[in-house]
T-cell receptor, first 111, second 112 residues
Framework: GENVEQHPSTLSVQEGDSAVIKCTYS??????FPWYKQELGKRPQLIID?????GEKKDQRIAVTLNKTAKHFSLHITETQPEDSAVYFCAATNYGQNFVFGPGTRLSVLP | GAVVSQHPSWVICKSGTSVKIECRSLDFQATTMFWYRQFPKQSLMLMATSNEGSKATYEQGVEKDKFLINHASLTLSTLTVTSAHPEDSSFYIC????????FGQGTRLTVV
């Protein structure tokens, strides 16, 4: 089955700097890669996703890149703000199957 | 986007009792729903896949007799934690959807 690794486990950046979180997956059949943001005690919220036929996607300060050959995808947050502080999870799935989540990255944006 | 509603949001129960958690898809039909468990500072771990009209599929290491799943309709799946113990205390969360995972609010279970 699918296995998703995520690095780093914790990340601290200064407000205004960029943050990058990387994930790798094992199942070449996976074709959908979402990123979720989870604040303490709350449900994960989808922030951006990418499908296997696309190499990059951007939404304002957030971007995701996908390298299918290497089986890795990354989340990029620019101009970080304190409200970006949360736990971020990547996930991989073969369309319609269950989502396999990475272990998470705790991002702290320091004012 | 689609909405998945989960109840209760938190529950405290005594050891040995059972607790039922509901997961509803409010504006779409879900033949499949997923139940996850999240321990503090850890990721979401899939417990089981709930299938409407048939038996749930449990992940390795998850006791099907302890975590009873019923998916009686296209909009409702329930997870019942039977004979709960303190080690069952966790954050339980359901999701539904195929092109995107829509999560319920989660249920924080504390067994005392």
């Amino acid at each position: 089955g699918e296995n998703v690794e995520q690095h780093p486990s914790t990340l601290s950046v200064q407000e205004g700097d960029s943050a990058v979180i990387k994930c790798t997956y094992s199942d070449s059949a996976s074709n959908y890669f979402p990123w979720y943001k989870q604040e303490l005690g709350k449900r994960p919220q989808l922030i951006i996703d990418i499908r296997s036929n696309v190499g990059e996607k951007k939404d304002q300060r957030i971007a995701v890149t996908l390298n299918k050959t290497a089986k890795h995808f990354s989340l990029h947050i620019t101009e970080t703000q304190p409200e970006d502080s949360a736990v971020y999870f990547c996930a991989a799935t073969n369309y319609g199957q269950n989502f396999v989540f990475g272990p998470g990255t705790r991002l702290s944006v320091l004012p | 986007g689609a909405v998945v509603s989960q109840h209760p949001s938190w529950v405290i129960c005594k050891s040995g009792t059972s607790v039922k958690i509901e997961c509803r898809s409010l504006d779409f039909q879900a033949t499949t729903m997923f139940w996850y468990r999240q321990f503090p500072k850890q990721s979401l771990m899939l417990m089981a896949t709930s299938n409407e009209g048939s038996k749930a599929t449990y992940e390795q290491g998850v006791e099907k007799d302890k975590f009873l799943i019923n998916h009686a309709s296209l909009t409702l799946s329930t997870l019942t934690v039977t004979s709960a113990h303190p080690e069952d205390s966790s954050f339980y969360i359901c999701s539904a959807g195929q092109s995107e995972a829509f999560f319920g609010q989660g249920t924080r279970l504390t067994v005392v």
